[in-house]
Structure formats: structure tokens, C-alpha cells
């Protein structure tokens, strides 16, 4: 079944703007992925944040945490056009068993 | 040096046909997956197999069939092909958590 979901579904912004995605989930979780995928590409991993992690960076990507409220966020700041690309956010309920939500379609337009 | 590789990359069949999609992994990962990714975009797991046991089966039909050789490879054979199994199927593997993506499998089926 379907853990994580995505919203907004699609999202269009202006380069150097920042962009932010959020996701939801149902179960308790022992991390939170997010990752990127390309159109016609498989998917690529963004960041992990570990449960007991309430925010993580890397480069111009930020992630919050939210255990209590069963949520997540995606920050990328100062967007490029080559940020373009669906964004997903992925949990492991149980190891070894990923659940992915519907993505987050980010447009940047130049 | 890819890390994860999937053949074919585009395969269109008719109804009914039987037909192999073939993964391969050069990480070294003891665990693999296949996942579908519909038209709307929503990723499922299908099958993960760990050192060639399968542990995760979800609700997937029985005309689909993982085999896994060994640790390095994981192939999906589907039977009896349906006009809804068209998708993109991808390959992953993982390494404490974080999950190696294959670029992806469209089925087309007429």
C-alpha cells in the first residue's frame, strides 16, 4: 500500500526561486528519503533523515522532520532549471520495504 | 560502470505474450526490488528479494515471476500479458537503506 504522499502534485516555479514539497505518511518510520527523478529516468537518492532527525541539509537541499504530524518537507533553494524533475518522498515502515508516494512534479522555468 | 542495469530498455508486445525483463547490479547489494510506475506516476513495489530469498511479495498477480540467479540479479518474467501491465518497471538495489535505481523498463502492451 501507498505510504508517502507528495504535495503539491505540481508545482511551477521561476529559476532562483525557492520550492517546497512536502510529504505525508501514515506509519511510524525509522528514516525518510527523498529522491529525484529525471523524465525517463529511474529515480536518484536525494537525502535521508533519520527518525530521531528533526532537519538535514545538503548543498542547496533542506529536510525537515516532523514525527509527530507524520510529515516531511523538501526545500530547494535558489532553483535551477535543471532542478526540474519529479520529486519523491520514500519511507521504510519495515526494512527492506520502501514506500513511495506520487511525486511532486516541479517545473523551473528559466 | 553502471551500477544498475535493466534490458530492455523499451519492449512493446502484444496481449497474451510472455515476455523477461533482466536486472543486474555491480554494487555488491544484497537486496533487490522491482517496482511499477504507472502512467499517473505512482511508484509500487513489486517483489524484494535479499540474498535471492524473496521477502516481500505484494499483492501482484501471479502471471508476474521474479527469479533471481544469484545475488547480482534479479529478473521479472510476466505471463499472460494484459493491456493494464503496461508501465515502466524499475530495478533497484539497496545498501543500508538507500536505494540504486535502474533507468527503467517501458512495457507497452497492444
Known amino acids: 500500500s501507498q505510504q508517502g504522499e507528495e504535495d503539491p502534485q505540481a508545482l511551477s516555479i521561476q529559476e532562483g526561486e525557492n520550492a517546497t514539497m512536502n510529504c505525508s505518511y501514515k506509519?511510524?518510520?525509522?528514516?525518510l528519503q527523498w529522491y529525484r527523478q529525471n523524465s525517463g529516468r529511474g529515480l536518484v537518492h536525494l537525502i535521508l533523515?533519520?527518525?530521531?532527525?528533526r532537519e538535514k541539509h545538503s548543498g542547496r537541499l533542506r529536510v525537515t522532520l516532523d514525527t509527530s504530524k507524520k510529515s516531511s518537507s523538501l526545500l530547494i533553494t535558489a532553483s535551477r532549471a535543471a532542478d526540474t524533475a519529479s520529486y519523491f518522498c520514500?519511507?521504510?515502515?519495515?526494512?527492506?520495504?520502501?514506500?513511495f508516494g506520487a511525486g511532486t512534479r516541479l517545473t523551473v522555468k528559466p | 560502470d553502471t551500477a544498475v542495469s535493466q534490458t530492455p530498455k523499451y519492449l512493446v508486445t502484444q496481449m497474451g505474450n510472455d515476455k523477461s525483463i533482466k536486472c543486474e547490479q555491480n554494487?555488491?547489494?544484497?537486496?533487490m526490488y522491482w517496482y511499477k510506475q504507472d502512467s499517473k506516476k505512482f511508484l509500487k513495489i513489486m517483489f524484494s528479494?535479499?540474498?535471492?530469498?524473496?521477502?516481500i511479495n505484494e499483492t501482484v498477480p501471479n502471471r508476474f515471476s521474479p527469479k533471481s540467479p544469484d545475488k547480482a540479479h534479479l529478473n521479472l518474467h510476466i505471463n499472460s500479458l494484459e493491456l493494464g501491465d503496461s508501465a515502466v518497471y524499475f530495478c533497484?538495489?539497496?545498501?543500508?537503506?538507500?536505494?540504486?535505481f535502474g533507468p527503467g523498463t517501458r512495457l507497452t502492451v497492444l
Open positions: 533497484a538495489s539497496s545498501l543500508g537503506g538507500l536505494q540504486f
Open positions: 533523515i533519520r527518525s530521531n532527525e
Open positions: 528479494y535479499n540474498n535471492k530469498e524473496l521477502i
Open positions: 506509519t511510524s518510520i525509522n528514516n
Open positions: 554494487l555488491g547489494h544484497d537486496t
Open positions: 520514500a519511507t521504510d515502515p519495515n526494512n527492506n520495504d520502501m514506500r
